[in-house]
């Protein structure tokens, strides 16, 4: 599995439920990734999508509370969805929010990160990656200017 997200230089990944900000490029990087392949993600952040479910993926929801979704595979636990994981032949990405990205982060082998190189005053946060020993970084895009921010896309790979 694959961690997808945008990070600030506070590690804020998201705001009052959603995203921290809109960033063209990097929405752009993101459907052309996850683009016929697994998404997978909370209830919450299924529910913060415009249109649902993401189109031309499959998508599976982790959630306690819901046991249906239209459009979606609906997981109540952790263990039933790493199960199914398992027989999926297609690359599959964590695509959020906070809980549901600690809780997948141990078994994934890469990371797709956007550094937005500013402080979005965000309220859920992920791990500074790059302090983290257990992951490399393999490699990084220029510095791109997108609706007003500046980004660079990095992909970090797990360490054997």
């Given at each position: 599995?694959?961690?997808?997200?945008?990070?600030?230089?506070?590690c804020a990944i998201g705001r009052?439920?959603?995203?921290?900000?809109?960033?063209?490029?990097?929405m752009k990087h993101f459907r052309?990734?996850?683009?016929?392949?697994?998404?997978?993600?909370?209830?919450?952040?299924?529910?913060?999508?415009?249109?649902?479910?993401?189109?031309?993926?499959?998508?599976?929801?982790?959630?306690?509370?819901?046991?249906?979704?239209?459009?979606?595979?609906?997981?109540?636990d952790f263990e039933s969805l790493?199960?199914?994981?398992?027989?999926?032949?297609?690359?599959?990405?964590?695509?959020?929010?906070?809980?549901?990205?600690?809780?997948?982060?141990?078994?994934?082998?890469?990371?797709?990160?956007?550094?937005?190189?500013?402080?979005?005053?965000?309220?859920?946060?992920?791990?500074?990656?790059?302090?983290?020993?257990?992951?490399?970084?393999?490699?990084?895009?220029?510095?791109?200017?997108?609706?007003?921010?500046?980004?660079?896309?990095?992909?970090?790979?797990?360490?054997?």
């Open positions: 599995m694959t961690l997808i997200l945008v990070m600030d230089n506070d009052n439920g959603g995203l921290l900000c809109s960033l063209p490029a990097d052309e990734t996850t683009q016929g392949a697994v998404v997978v993600m909370g209830r919450k952040t299924y529910e913060s999508f415009p249109k649902r479910p993401l189109p031309d993926r499959e998508n599976l929801v982790l959630s306690r509370s819901a046991a249906n979704i239209e459009g979606a595979r609906v997981f109540g790493l199960d199914y994981v398992k027989t999926v032949k297609k690359e599959v990405y964590v695509i959020g929010g906070g809980e549901v990205y600690r809780q997948l982060a141990p078994y994934c082998d890469e990371a797709l990160i956007t550094r937005l190189y500013e402080n979005m005053g965000g309220d859920v946060f992920f791990e500074d990656i790059d302090r983290d020993p257990q992951w490399e970084l393999t490699n990084s895009s220029i510095v791109v200017e997108t609706g007003c921010k500046k980004i660079r896309l990095m992909r970090y790979v797990r360490k054997k």
